[in-house]
């Protein structure tokens, strides 16, 4: 399927506005049933500050429509509402616990003569029902992670203690929510993995073996290097959250010059004739010090029965990292964390050593990096694999593309496509540039490729793509 995009027309002197968070709320509606106690519904208001009556108004409104779309389809209710002005997205978290998040749409101000005030054009049609949805249940996902269930709450304390703990992680997590960085990758939610040869997978996972039989309290771990995933005892789903909270939170508050191999100049640690670089990123900053503190961040992951709460013990030396799962009832002490550090310090240091070698060989053999025609996103839906060539970096608060923002959403409206059809598709869009956009769509594998090519024409094109997939992706796609 051929379409020819007017998309990436030449832009005047005009004030561009991205999509902003108007507001972001959790409510019940059997909490405040009667008249005069709509208040009790709202659990969390954000921003704070809005008057009482607007907060009962937007959320009963909110609540009406999703009453009024389940009229026509009760399994199905509404998860977005589009107006000129703003998006409106609604989550049911949990039983009747709903969770909306409004976003003012993007827009441009044209200016005129004579004085006139602008002309603002809103852009409605810019954001993605896709992206900002999968934003919203991140959002819940990520207060899940750190908090359990809204249900455990109401369990544990009833409103009382649910309320404080709604403020207390949104208050947080939505200063760090940039809606004009969101794009594919958030629908995807996906997981890099950090290739390794064979030899160097069974030393890790040797390691973990080794760790987990000295040290008999930790229940999980999970292994990243470069902040790509190696190994994790972990369920695919609580992986996939924890992975953006470490890559987009945790390592970036931590990051530092990285030591190239063994004989940096960085002063380290001395154990018996090693050197060990190992350092807790989460617990004691210095195990030397008296009044370190030894908490560590609880996390709930899924069970049989339910959730299981666990302390998280992240462990860095070097650019690998390790993260230790222990159970909440276990009370973690300066001895247990000075004997993990002695056991853990100088094996991962060596380890890191070893995969730091091993890395810069493959390349190495591979030959020098030559900047490629194409650029690309590949995703696999079985074990939540992702690789893009498009993202220089990806954090919670910046999202630094090597291509125009037109084609990332080029992108979203292809991906848009795929999740209408179960079968195989192929999908090329020329923009009205130099660039050709083509979606590949196999089995549970997406492959998004954007290429500059100026005098193309769709046979070459479709050639071109051919290679990078016998290439890239040989034994993955199988589509002609």
């Not at 750190?146 to 949104?170: C, D, H, Q, S, W």
């Not at 020329?430 to 660039?435: C, G």
Request: hydrophobic share 40%; with cysteine.
């Amino acid at each position: 399927m051929l379409i020819v995009s007017p998309r990436m027309a030449a832009v005047t002197q005009e004030k561009q506005y991205t999509p902003s968070l108007l507001s972001f709320f959790v409510y019940n509606p059997s909490f405040g049933p009667r008249e005069g106690e709509e208040e009790k519904k709202i659990l969390f208001y954000h921003p704070s500050e809005v008057e009482k009556n607007e907060k009962i108004r937007n959320v009963g409104l909110c609540e009406a429509i999703v009453q009024f779309t389940r009229t026509f389809c009760p399994t199905k209710p509404a998860k977005s509402l589009h107006t000129q002005k703003n998006r409106q997205f609604f989550f049911e978290a949990e039983d009747s616990y709903w969770i909306v998040m409004i976003v003012k749409n993007p827009m441009v101000e044209k200016p005129n003569k004579d004085g006139k005030p602008p002309t603002i054009e809103y852009q409605e049609e810019e954001v993605l029902d896709t992206v900002y949805g999968a934003v919203l249940r991140q959002c819940y996902s990520m207060y899940k992670l750190f908090n359990g269930t809204f249900g455990r709450a109401m369990e544990a304390g009833g409103v009382e203690l649910l309320i404080p703990k709604l403020e207390k992680f949104f208050y947080r997590y939505l200063q760090t929510l940039h809606l004009q960085s969101c794009d594919l990758l958030d629908v995807f939610g996906g997981i890099s993995f950090f290739p390794l040869d064979k030899m160097t997978y069974l030393k890790i996972q040797s390691f973990v073996n080794r760790v987990e039989e000295n040290l008999r309290l930790v229940k999980y771990t999970a292994f990243l290097y470069n902040d790509q995933l190696i190994w994790s005892g972990l369920e695919q789903d609580d992986m996939r959250i924890l992975y953006k909270y470490l890559t987009t939170s945790l390592f970036p508050r931590h990051s530092e010059p990285e030591l190239a191999g063994r004989d940096s100049a960085l002063r380290p640690e001395v154990s018996g004739n090693l050197l060990h670089y190992g350092r807790f990123l989460t617990g004691p900053a210095n195990l030397k010090d008296p009044d370190a503190k030894f908490r560590f961040p609880r996390i709930f992951v899924h069970t049989e029965d339910g959730s299981e709460e666990l302390h998280l013990i992240v462990y860095k030396a070097m650019s690998a990292a390790v993260c230790f799962m222990i159970s909440a009832s276990v009370e973690l002490t300066r001895e247990f964390c000075e004997r993990l550090d002695a056991l853990v310090g100088p094996q991962l240091t060596l380890l890191a050593s070893d995969i730091c070698e091993q890395f810069t060989l493959n390349r190495r053999i591979s030959g020098p990096d030559k900047e490629p025609q194409f650029k690309f996103i590949y995703f696999n839906h079985m074990n939540l694999a992702e690789k893009s060539t498009i993202h220089m970096r990806k954090t919670a608060s910046v999202s630094l593309t090597s291509v125009h923002p037109d084609l990332m959403k080029i992108l979203g409206d292809i991906n848009c496509d795929f999740a209408r059809v179960d079968e195989d598709e192929e999908v090329i869009v020329k923009a009205m540039t130099d660039y050709w956009v083509v979606g590949k769509k196999s089995d549970q594998r997406e492959l998004y490729v954007i290429l500059n090519q100026k005098n193309a024409n769709l046979i070459e094109v479709n050639e071109e793509v051919k290679r990078l997939c016998a290439t890239q992706f040989n034994n993955i796609f199988f589509l002609d």
